[in-house]
């Protein structure tokens, strides 16, 4: 069984589509293992988006993720991590088909609804950079 993390990002909780979006996951046979809401501070934001931080379009990607609190998950079952990808779509909710979260649910690259780990390394750095422990079900 694999596990990933997800981050129901702030246009999720805005636009009230949390529970169509984890019903979602839930119908494809996902189990949540944790679930919490937590506002994302500067440290957090430039730690989960290292990869961006010193480019022109960080700011904004941080002010969008700290606009609100999210709600972060832990999803495990068979494939999760690309079969939440599957399930999602492409990251820009243009491009994105309907019948995926994104396509059907998202507005522009940014307010895509939701983040998924994107490989088995990142979903359990990211796992553990957004739980402990003690958080996690089994």
């Not at 999720?12 to 293992?33: A, S």
């Not at 609100?68 to 990251?91: F, K, S, Y």
């Amino acid at each position: 069984m694999q596990k990933t993390l997800i981050l129901l990002k702030p246009d999720c909780l805005d636009n009230k589509v949390v529970g169509q979006v984890i019903g979602r996951f839930e119908e494809n046979g996902y189990v949540i293992k944790a679930s919490k809401m937590l506002q994302l501070d500067d440290a957090l934001l430039r730690e989960h988006y290292a990869h961006v931080a010193d480019l022109p379009f960080f700011p904004e990607i941080a002010a969008f993720m700290s606009s609100r609190p999210v709600m972060a998950l832990i999803l495990e079952g068979n494939d999760v991590i690309q079969g939440i990808r599957d399930l999602l779509g492409p990251t820009d909710s243009h491009a994105a088909p309907a019948g995926t979260i994104r396509g059907d649910l998202g507005t522009d690259r940014m307010k895509n609804v939701v983040h998924a780990s994107d490989s088995e390394e990142s979903a359990l750095a990211e796992i553990d950079r957004f739980f402990n422990s003690e958080e996690v079900f089994s």
